[in-house]
């Protein structure tokens, strides 16, 4: 029988003391055992790097850097990973403990599939469990649709194929495009590769004052951008032209990026033309964008 192939698990930390050591002990916890787990702390001022060094596992890798910032750290935690399969922790979040193992053996089986995440709980502060939860499609083709235009994936959940990094590129450090930097690295992916949620909660995701919020400066315009250049690729099309880019401004509705003058029958025309799913019902967001866009004009 062959050996499982082995996951990197890489754990960026910075200033993330409050929850290292639960993160940490639930990638320990794994069921799926051939893993090394990569944690480099990005020149914390707390005690993450005396947290992370505490624990005395040979399958523990830790390095420290001054600061880099989250894209710039992931992709030194890939260069220096030696798994097939690259998985992804955060400092605040919690993986059960056949996270691991349902993924690898998803990838196994699946050999186009370049990436693969997993639903997520929703937990508040110290493990305080909501009836909310993170439930995106798992099929290929509703994620290649769905990707056009927002991020389906929870970023902490997934599980990379390696050799589709060295493929497409790793995380983008273009400061136009990150944060998201996953969502951006997605995109490159799809263009190649299969892509997959397992549909188990199998991951936790918790929401912290120090989370970065979606209503951060520039977060949203950066999400407008990465979804114009899907919407433009999979049109054809150059993703600045207004057509294009104004679906994604209008379907965020970021009214300040609007391109020229809206033309709606334009824009449905283009939405028509994306190519999707059999039988998917789009008529959504025809409605979200006819609304923003009424929003837009009343301004």
């Known amino acids: 029988m062959n050996a499982k192939p082995l996951v990197s698990v890489i754990l960026p930390v910075y200033n993330g003391e409050k ?22 702390d990005d020149g914390s001022k707390d005690k993450s790097l005396s947290i992370a060094k505490g624990f005395k596992d040979s399958r523990i890798k830790v390095y420290t850097q001054t600061n880099k910032g989250l894209a710039k750290t992931l992709n030194r935690g890939i260069s220096l990973s030696k798994g097939t399969y690259i998985a992804r922790q955060d400092q605040d979040d919690f993986s059960y403990p056949e996270r691991l193992e349902k993924q690898a053996n998803y990838l196994n089986k699946n050999p186009k599939c370049g990436l693969v995440g997993t639903w997520a709980e929703i937990w508040e502060g110290d493990n305080k469990k909501t009836h909310r939860s993170l439930k995106h499609c798992p099929e290929n083709g509703l994620l290649q649709y769905f990707l056009l235009f927002d991020n389906p994936f929870v970023h902490s959940s997934v599980m990379i194929r390696k050799t589709a990094l060295e493929d497409v590129g790793f995380y983008s450090t273009d400061k136009n495009l990150q944060p998201p930097e996953d969502y951006e690295l997605w995109s490159r992916i799809a263009r190649k590769y299969d892509l997959a949620n397992i549909p188990e909660l199998l991951h936790a995701y918790r929401e912290v004052p120090s989370s970065m ?26 993703y600045l032209n207004e057509g294009v880019f104004n679906i994604s401004a209008l379907f965020h509705a970021d009214f ?24 998917l019902n789009i ?15 009343l301004r």
Do not use: H, M
């Open 256 to 279: 300040t990026a609007i391109k020229g003058k809206v033309n709606l029958l334009t824009l449905f025309r283009e939405l028509n033309a994306l190519p999707r799913p059999p039988g």
């Open 213 to 238: 919020s979606r209503s951060k400066l520039g977060f949203k315009d950066k999400v407008v951008k990465i979804s114009a250049r899907n919407l433009g690729w999979a049109l054809g099309k150059d």
């Open 19 to 40: 929850y290292l050591d639960e993160a940490i002990k639930s990638i320990l916890s794994q069921s799926y055992k051939r893993f090394e787990l990569i944690i480099i």
């Open 283 to 297: 008529y959504g967001k025809y409605i979200k964008i006819l609304i923003n866009y009424v929003i837009y004009c």
